[in-house]
């Protein structure tokens, strides 16, 4: 099983909480966690693209960088792990997207591929005036599919001449081609965003709620499959997901009910209000999601307990049918990256090959 992390590139993480860990985000706190993460065998990182903020006391993810130049920078400064940007479609032009990605693949070495966002909150694009209108809800995935052909006619031959509904290309060019294939992840989770994955990506990734119940992520997966046997071509899936743990159970839980304690519903109402402006949003869509969601800091799968009981969980997620990987968050990403590389993966069966490697 593939592990990856999703770094923190917004202020606190994915805990929607005054009372969680507290931190701006920065370039020398990612470049510590994708080191930490490359230390420890992981296989790639990936960075979010988020425009504006919930607010609320913890000002929730009102404070953000910009994911290309990020990981430009630490392609840099690493030289195994995969990177990941996210692009947010709406707002880069793909020939213009397509040169970006062929210059961190560049700096890079082939390390590079490009998160697809294809934009569910509005406020994000009506603050610069470039919001489709409600239609985008609809068409979405239309036209995201005709940005990943424009970048992949341009990655594969250099030049692209498509014409579609939304982009029209007159010999366009990009140079130098990329030195390896420019891999493509997608976050859809309705049944019309895992076809679109199952058409275009290369992964997808899943969402699951709930406390330690790994059982419920076979739901998903058997989606993405059945999206791909439709497809005829192969997408994997990928889990997001978040640690908090401890010596026992016990004060790992601890963590949480004092993370619970201070959830920031200022930020969490302004966010499903958000969500709720697709009105056709399926259920299982990442809008749905929130809209259902229960009123904690975050609605994304937690693995809470002590080492031990973590790793088992994890074991027991790798023997999904149709999971190719996580993508972890933490409560504290320089603790729990560390937590994770010395008392965690160690215990795993699943990750045996890396552990062996390490030493």
């Not at 995201?144 to 366009?172: A, I, P």
């Not at 439709?230 to 997408?235: M, V, Y």
Request: net charge negative; glycine share 8%.
């Amino acid at each position: 099983m593939d592990v990856g992390i999703f770094l923190p590139i917004g202020n606190n993480g994915w805990l929607i909480s005054s009372t969680s860990p507290q931190y701006m985000p920065s370039f020398d706190l990612n470049r510590e966690v994708t080191e930490k993460a490359e230390r420890y065998g992981f296989e790639f990182a990936l960075s979010m693209i988020k425009l504006r903020g919930f607010g609320g006391p913890s000002q929730y993810w009102d404070h953000n960088l910009e994911s290309f130049s990020l990981m430009a920078g630490l392609a840099a400064v690493t030289k195994r792990i995969k990177l990941f940007a996210s692009v947010a479609v709406l707002t880069i032009p793909p020939a213009v997207l397509a040169r970006m990605a062929v210059t961190i693949d560049s700096i890079s070495h082939g390390r590079f591929g490009v998160n697809i966002v294809s934009g569910w909150q509005k406020a994000e694009y009506e603050q610069m005036g470039i919001w489709p209108g409600e239609a985008h809800f609809a068409r979405r995935y239309e036209y995201c599919s005709e940005y990943v052909k424009v970048m992949q006619e341009l990655w594969s031959t250099g030049r692209s001449d498509h014409k579609g509904d939304f982009f029209t290309m007159e010999d366009c060019r990009v140079s130098p081609l990329p030195t390896r294939k420019i891999e493509i992840i997608s976050a859809g989770q309705s049944n019309r965003g895992m076809q679109f994955a199952a058409d275009y990506a290369d992964y997808n990734f899943i969402s699951a709620g709930g406390i330690n119940d790994v059982s419920q992520v076979r739901q998903h997966t058997d989606r993405l499959l059945a999206a791909n046997a439709a497809a005829g071509r192969h997408c994997g899936a990928m889990l997001l997901m978040m640690i908090i743990a401890d010596e026992t159970d016990e004060a790992a839980m601890a963590k949480w009910h004092h993370y619970v304690a201070g959830t920031d519903l200022e930020a969490l109402a302004w966010r499903d209000a958000q969500a709720a402006a697709d009105v056709k949003a399926e259920a299982h869509s990442t809008v749905g999601r929130m809209v259902r969601s229960d009123r904690v800091p975050t609605n994304m799968l937690r693995l809470i307990g002590s080492y031990e009981t973590v790793a088992r969980q994890l074991d027991a997620l790798a023997e999904t049918p149709g999971l190719q990987g996580v993508m972890l968050t933490f409560d504290d990403f320089l603790i729990g990256m560390d937590q994770f590389g010395t008392r965690i993966q160690p215990l795993m069966t699943s990750r045996r090959h890396v552990t062996q490697a390490a030493a």
